[in-house]
Nanobody, 123 residues
Framework: QVQLVESGGGLVQPGGSLRLSCAAS????????MGWFRQAPGKEREFVAT????????YYADSVKGRVTIGRDNAKNTVYLQMNSLKPEDTAVYYC????????????????WGQGTQVTVSS
């Protein structure tokens, strides 16, 4: 069992930055690929970024590529999402998720989810 707790969301102006964190419980954090997803009101949950178990393989959604960086610290059981040049269309609840074995862009392939953190980009 893995418990995930996101933090770092908030209200930011367009063009601003936020750094999301996701803290994981348990002693097997490095057994899981980690992903960030987001869900805006009335829309399906969508992929943002994923990182492999030791961080060697990273994928980003085209909508955030160049503006977002995913990273992980296995010693601290934490995964991060640095978001820059934020746009109003980035407004959503952001979720981190854990998946055994390899990375995936598909939400249904993840085994554990956090409760989400709200990101609002507005002037």
């Amino acid at each position: 069992q893995v418990q995930l707790v996101e933090s770092g969301g908030g209200l930011v102006q367009p063009g601003g930055s936020l750094r999301l964190s996701c803290a994981a419980s348990g002693r097997t954090f490095n057994s899981y690929a980690m992903g960030w997803f987001r869900q805006a009101p009335g829309k399906e949950r969508e992929f943002v970024a994923t990182i492999s178990r030791i961080g060697g393989v990273i994928y980003y959604a085209d909508s955030v590529k160049g503006r977002v960086t995913i990273g992980r610290d296995n010693a601290k059981n934490t995964v991060y999402l640095q978001m820059n040049s934020l746009k109003p269309e980035d407004t959503a609840v952001y979720y981190c998720a854990a998946k055994r074995a390899g990375s995936s862009r598909v939400p249904g392939e993840y085994d554990y989810w956090g409760q989400g953190t709200q990101v609002t980009v507005s002037s």
